[in-house]
């Protein structure tokens, strides 16, 4: 007699296989679920094998679609960034993915939800978070965290020998000294060697982008046209390749950037749960598109609304998504501030990329007119008085002033 | 009779040798002043000419070293940078220059300072709040905003005329379709042809690197040590060239990025008056020193302190450094929280500039121990349980788990 | 000839009239406007010697409904307050009156407005930024700060010659000592006998609230119920007064205040040319549904959102209403992120106002269920884990440890 | 054979008692550590009780006067205040208290320490973090976290069984429907009858200021002066009575409040750990310190330096000392930036008191002269033209009108 029904997020690999056996045999019924998510994979030996240790049903989603439009473009809008250098790759597709695993586990009428991700990481945490958000009444089975199961598969040879017992087919191709994960928009490498972060990343590792020395001699030019800050139109080969459907344009752009080494970062970060992590991580196109986002922003948004939207919309999103909080009060609320600051943000970046680097060569817009050629140059006059900078400094130098003669009466020196 | 002394920022160039010479006759006496902030210039020649044309004096001050070790490296600390592109080059030099100025106007008994900013950039902002808040009390005269002067001198003709009659001479060399402003740090590139902000900077035009395209074909590896986020160590040539005194190390690194084409920007800001500007910005040396400070923090500066930082201080400090807010009461308050910023900052980057980028290679830091790779390995337990996380999400997802209880009471779907 | 229409904002008091006179006797025809937005006025009056002086046209527009609703609730809404104290009375009538202004100038074919605003004050800089966003062709004529009006009118005693000189009638009441600024949400008192910080406002002084000595001596209970964060009923007198047509609510919550002696303010403030400034201020109605309104937020707005909407919206918008950049692109982008901010602000508070402060009695709320007294309960272990809390300190401890260990190994002690 | 020492916060009462007595019986050695923060206390009762119940020795430390100088008085110098209302009096008490306890516990070679803190409160947050920060090795022993304990004592009945059973005195008052926390500058009232948020507090509850309606008729006056935004005088009684020395005036403002009925609050506040909780609190004298605090900044603080404190020393230092995290690195980060920011606050502010309220009457500072009586009248154009602000205007509007004029563009009006 089944202690119900789990859904669990299964990729093939051997973690989650030992896992999903082990739930058997704890009495669970499994449906194995897979997401699409633009990883390389073999969807179809995923099943295969899900099926012959045992699972009830394997379900694969696609969830590319929404991944770009939904997920990935508002970050592009928003610039998001996490300290500084992480494009947030990883936590995009998370709560993607957990939304296509509730929707599976409810048509499916399962209980319970589980996942292979380990307890020190981020991960665990996006999903969880996004599951009692979407279902606060399902059950999460995070063996990883569970000392039956971890205590019983300490070590990988553990993993191995269960495997062999259970007659559940082990890939026969060398673990490589790190993991991955990977979708649409990014893969990401960490533990193994490269926990010490003073290790430099092989040349092999990176996948998604060829090594800028490898790349072309001669830099790619392009251009990207964005609409309400979104990127509707990416022009390549100088006009002969136009795309706009959301889904084909993103991987236009991953492609453009992997051929010219763009989009590879290396950086200690600081984890949710508190604790400092190196991570590698290539992000092809989003970089590429976010560059030229932050460039239309120049020319097409006001700079008040700009820096409200800086300090607070960017900095806030980064985190909320790094933390897995998409599905939150916050979340939600840091969203809906998204469009509003995107309407003027219609125009068109030209650019190219080369050898690892993205560089601007110029913008335009045809609609928004806040730059402005004549009044902008020194050397003309037009609808603007110098005189009126004289009273614009004099009155910001009141304050100033004090603060000088405060100073001079204190005989305090003010200097650099 | 004198109307009183009057201390010039004078160049040596066309404005502010046709400045010189309308302040003589409107009756002032003149100390020609010219900061050596590192730019490419001919002093000899510039004092040769303010004389000629009646200068009383030619003072040159040597501000190089303070613009290094007083404002280019606190602006490395903070990751100090505008609108997420421009390093704010040509604004950490204004208030050395001003201050530099201010020093020789009072040593020189000058009631009134000069300049021959133009009445719509930033720099006759950054100048003047400057000059007043070091010396409440000056007069600034700023002739490009005064009627009588700019409605003489409306075009490049009226200037060269003027400088015929006065018997000034006048380089024969074509002026360049753009202006220019150059320091240690950087140079500036903007007005003319860069008016319109789809035109691409002709190749000739960029003077502090070399083209990527043109630059070695092998990376470059280089490190730098960090001590409380200061650059104290150089290391290039694999261990055969190290620099460690401010300014050389501050120069070796432009040259190191020079060389490899690093450093180039082109972007469309917003000026602190209003307008929207572009512009085309060098800075080598900076933009690596800040791409390695940025790096070194995720390994040994803590993750709150860190978000404090990013959305308060360096958001803060640019912003206050681009609008000439140096000497301020705002301005000395920010300076305050760097410091305490970056007590553990301490340790080394190891990166590669490449035609036009700059990767990091790895980091590591002896006195730092934020990070602990046993601690952060996924395959490791020691000093950590994952069940600790598990109460962790627990107590994340209660407010959660309201939320989507709530959304479904209400008859709400939450979806991304 | 004419010189063309000019709006001119007409008040019926000295300075206006001398301004209207002024302003035909420069050559412009005049059309003399008046806001009716609740203060105490003499509108007949106003509009004979309007039109006795020689205005073309008097136009009275009540904007009474509009001021209450459209920037009155919403501030409500988002608690706004400047520098800790200040409530933004007149910030919040300005946009509502020059909104009003600009329709009339447009009806009437006017190429220009007017206003009696004196140079140091904030409510030139509103009305003429709202002015210039409304219309930007528009010519603002501001006699007070153009030295051909104010180089004339030195003093008092011009203007009353003036007036004389034109056969302008003048109110024999004594001119009290300070000046005053008065809408249906608040009234300002400055200048004069006020311009010393130190003296204490006279008894007499004060207009919109009785003082608190003299208010009765039991407190009066009433409730507030808001939806959406906007005050939707208003009860009083035990259940027997019951208001909620926005207006009707706004003034019964004005003399519940007025009688209780609530709302009395008295500020050093910092205007937005950079000048301290004393006022004193009275703000009856909106002290208390601001107080209500930030308590039932506590029972039903999500703790992130909160903190957000608190750091962000609240300073961003309180700032953005004092100088004067309600039609902005920031005071838009601001606004938009009012209402997603306030969807479950939805209950009742019960309060009870008692010479000059206001006491929160309970509160509650039917449709929102974030409090939940048996989980928030010290003795009740329903839905909760005590251990889940060991986890979660567990693991926001990891990185305090890290601090505490660090600190010593340095050697140096942790203390207060 | 003992287990180890443990270093019991021990307060005499049932629980703590109950706790003593349970960690005997599992073989633990117990120091009982009870610290004079200024509550209302029988210490020689709980010393006699703890000795009789088994508690090898009983540590009372005073800790009053580091509350005040080193942890109240930075909170006045902030205007700390949490989610718009609370003044933060249990959260300041927690770090002095956890400093003392660790001392003793080390002084007293005991590995381990133990609260009687309950599992959903802050209280164990605070308290733990700044154990783990002080002494990263300590044990913590949280009864009623530790399901032994928690399932053993699952109601009030099982603590007097107990407590009987082990012969420990019970007193014989009768419980309060409510919880409570006190120290010197605050008491909180939680808990109980007061989990419906909607129950007004009955009269009695209240126990550190007088109910206002019983307070006097007539206002107090006093004064406060500053002195680097720390009150160094108090002024009563029309300068009978001053007093200087921090705990005395720290006393005396407690008093002052406490007979005029200032410092009552009614909030559902948002706990760290995600639970909305309904608290009432008395804060006597700290809420007038803090109002007067306030006050002064209006007169002396630069409101650029002002407008970055408040929005974000303020609220990130709140938001610290609510979480507990007094000892991290963004607590001692926040308050580096509490000293510089304070040193042009000097000066005196005037104020009364009454039932209930406390009012302004005026402030003045010998030394800071950033407000010009001469300069801010309206009267007067010394040091300051009016066109100035013309040309300050004319440069706010630049952006603005391209505002309006993109709007009228797009067919788009702009209105309230």
């Not at 699409?36 to 379900?59: C, M, P, R, S």
């Not at 009044?375 to 006059?381: I, N, W």
């Not at 009155?395 to 305090?412: N, P, T």
């Amino acid at each position: 007699m089944s202690k119900g029904k789990v859904c669990l997020a299964y990729s093939g690999g051997l973690d989650t296989s030992v896992i999903l056996a082990w739930l058997l045999e704890e009495g669970y019924e499994v449906i194995a679920f897979l997401a699409n998510i633009g990883q390389e994979e073999d969807f179809e030996a995923a099943e295969k094998k899900a099926l012959a240790i045992g699972a009830t049903k394997f379900v694969v989603v696609d969830v590319r679609k929404e991944f770009v439009e939904q997920v990935c473009f508002p970050a592009i809008q928003t610039n998001a960034i996490y300290e500084n250098v992480y494009l947030l790759g990883t936590s995009l597709a998370r709560p993607v993915i957990a939304q296509a695993q509730i929707k599976v586990a409810e048509e499916n009428g399962c209980f319970a939800v589980s996942h292979g991700c380990t307890g020190k990481g981020n991960d665990q945490v996006r999903f969880e978070l996004s599951f009692y958000a979407l279902k606060p009444d399902v059950v999460v089975i995070a063996p990883w965290r569970d000392p039956k199961f971890f205590n019983r598969f300490a070590g990988r040879n553990d993993l191995l020998e269960y495997s062999a017992s259970k007659n559940i087919p082990v890939a026969q191709t060398k673990a490589k000294p790190w993991s991955t994960d990977e979708n649409l928009a990014h893969i990401s490498f960490e533990a193994g060697i490269l926990e010490n972060p003073d290790t430099t990343p092989p040349k092999d590792m990176w996948k998604l982008t060829v090594d800028p020395t490898d790349a072309p001699d001669v830099p790619e030019q392009f251009s990207v046209v964005f609409e309400k800050g979104l990127p509707v139109k990416l022009v390549l080969d100088g006009g002969k390749k136009v795309v706009t459907e959301p889904v084909e344009l993103f991987l236009e752009a991953n492609a453009l950037a992997r051929r010219n080494g763009v989009g590879r970062i290396d950086i200690v970060e600081n984890r949710f749960i508190g604790i400092k992590s190196r991570g590698c991580y290539e992000t092809p196109g989003l970089t590429i598109l976010r560059t030229a986002h932050v460039d239309i922003e120049g020319l097409t948004l006001d700079r008040e609304v700009r820096a409200l939207r800086d300090q607070f919309v960017t900095s806030s999103y980064s985190k909320i998504l790094y933390n897995g909080m998409y599905f939150t009060p916050e979340g939600e609320y840091i969203r809906s501030m998204i469009a509003p600051s995107q309407k003027t943000v219609n125009g068109t970046v030209r650019a190219a990329a080369y050898k690892g680097s993205v560089t601007i060569l110029g913008r335009s817009s045809e609609t928004e007119k806040l730059y402005d050629e004549t009044e902008s140059s020194m050397d003309e006059l037009t609808g603007f008085s110098p005189e009126d900078t004289s009273g614009f400094i004099a009155v910001q130098a009141i304050r100033i002033k004090k603060y000088g003669e405060a100073a001079r009466e204190k005989g305090e020196t003010l200097s650099l």
